[in-house]
């Protein structure tokens, strides 16, 4: 059974995604190809999450095992390709796909070289068995430029429990009454 904070995590991680294919980046210097490029490594890793395309979200990070996915709590570490894929497979269980919806508050980046990182706040909205929720998030991610693509090496999501309103709806997107 799973731990209730790992839980959390799992809900989050996939509700998040969209924040950087979203408008709101800020990069005070750089290259506008560099931007462009990171928003749409975000765009293919959000799209491939909500189709629940586990190898389209793997190829994203970077080769090998030196890559590192972290939750909010004490042990909510996933290091290496088998640990992010068995995660990734749990976070699909946590949401109806194609129903998340991402409003940052904040958001910043930058780049250095074949560095990149961001930082995010966000308030996520999503469904799950036809039933709304919403909660506010924070999310980092580090990427690697590697024969001209970038990869995420670490990335993080963390929320606070407290943050989280329930939503009473009947309907899911799309339904009727």
Known sequence: MMRPM???LLLIL??????????GWTQPEGDPKV???LKENFTRLDQAINAH???????????????????TGEGERWVGREEIQAAYA???????????????????QDVKGNLAWMASMCWITDFLKNQKREYGINVTAVLE???????????HFS????????????????EED
């Open 53 to 71: 395309d586990l190898t389209g979200v793997l190829a994203l990070y970077a080769p090998g095992d030196n890559i590192v996915l972290l939750g």
């Open 145 to 155: 430029k590697l024969d001209g693509k970038w990869h995420f090496r670490v990335m």
């Open 35 to 37: 931007l462009a490029e």
């Open 159 to 174: 929320n606070n429990l407290a943050d989280e309103i329930p939503v009473q709806e009947e309907d899911g997107p799309g």
């Open 90 to 108: 749990e976070f699909f269980r946590s949401f109806d796909p194609g129903t998340q919806e991402t409003r940052c508050t904040w958001t910043m």
């Open 14 to 23: 996939p509700l998040v995604l969209g924040v950087w294919t979203a408008t």
């Open 6 to 8: 790992m839980r959390r």
